[in-house]
């Protein structure tokens, strides 16, 4: 048996919507499809107004020139996420001042950032690791006491609450990625969700090169021209297309990735108990999208020994983030702090295939040989 760990999900009309959008003729950003991804977002989740980008990172330098990130502001968030929550801020000339993960769960402790803000901190970005909300409200509160945006990094964390909300909708800004290794993906493609009017007007013209071109063609303005800092972060009106036809399998896609998750949790809970390994933490503030389904070794040679298990029965399994304190570019500019859960995370945790066509005997077959490594263990 050969069981990758991620085979992107064809729901059958993506080609089809792709046909269309070329015939349409008009096959640039802000097509017919775009449109229709933006109201179904706005609609299904309540974001007040969403743009589609060419990837979660774009969506996140997006938001750090809308919030005007410039040198020597601060920004906190987690060390134990991807580069590129780093990354649209450092472009900017922000100092990263990084989080520990709690002990329980890879997300930023939310008890240890009132600690981390300074009068340079600007911004803070919680990321919802595997699809699993950050606590939000003593954040919004530290945001309205000391004046800062909240910046969701909600790249693995579409259809999942946090109290009933919908992540992304809680912060200033949010931003999700449609990689091919997320739930709802178009191979590249990502999106601002803006839930504060003040940056909305401003984030249309950013998206478009800084020009007032979306404007123009809503015949609000009868010229457009330069009027602003800006790039070019607007997708093809194919990726829309692509993802659109996601979008109308949203029920479907998550309903069968939480029975293949539930499938995994239920067989590895023994072994849980056992305290032989750490099963995913889902606070009761949360929901769980079934981004991801993880576990959490005892050790680094613990994690590389299943590792090499699962491999040689051909199950794929892969851990993840390197904590970005410790990372080569950035060792040096952090401040000194030990992140001790980060590093935890770094060397112990270990992602398991979770795809739309994997199936039940599949999940059987990964969790016995898991239950047959850490048999005599
Ligand atoms: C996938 C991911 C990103 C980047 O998404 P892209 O669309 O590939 O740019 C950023 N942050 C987190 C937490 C992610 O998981």
Known sequence: MNIPFNKPYLTGKEGHYIYQAVLSGKISGDGVFTK????????????????????????LEMAALLINIEPGDEVILPSYTFVSTANAFVLRGARLVFVDSGRDNPNMDVSKVEACITPKTKAIVPVHYAGIAVDMDPLLE?????????????????????????????GNMA???FHETKNIMAGEGGMLAINDDRFTHRAEIIREKGTNRSAFFRGEVDKYGWVDLGSSF????????????????????????????DRYYKALSPLASQGKLT????????????????????????????????KEKGIYAVFHYISLHTSPYYKDKHDGRELPNADHFTDCLLRLPLFYELAEEQVDFITDTIHAYYAGK
């Open 36 to 59: 229709k991804c933006h109201a179904f977002f706005e609609k299904t989740f309540g974001f007040k107004k969403t743009l589609l980008t060419t990837s979660c990172t774009d969506a």
């Open 142 to 170: 530290l945001a309205s006491k000391h004046n800062l945006f909240i910046i969701e990094d909600a790249a693995q964390a579409i259809d999942s609450y946090y109290k009933g909300r919908p992540l992304g909708s809680i």
């Open 175 to 177: 931003a999700f990625s």
């Open 234 to 261: 607007l997708p093809s009106d194919i990726i829309a297309a692509f993802l659109y036809a996601q979008l109308e399998n949203l029920k479907d896609i998550q309903e069968r990735r939480r029975i293949l998750w």
């Open 279 to 310: 099963l995913p933490y889902i606070p009761t503030f949360a929901t769980n999208n079934a981004h991801m389904f993880y576990l959490v070794c005892r050790s680094l040679d613990e994690r590389n020994g299943l590792i090499a298990l699962l």
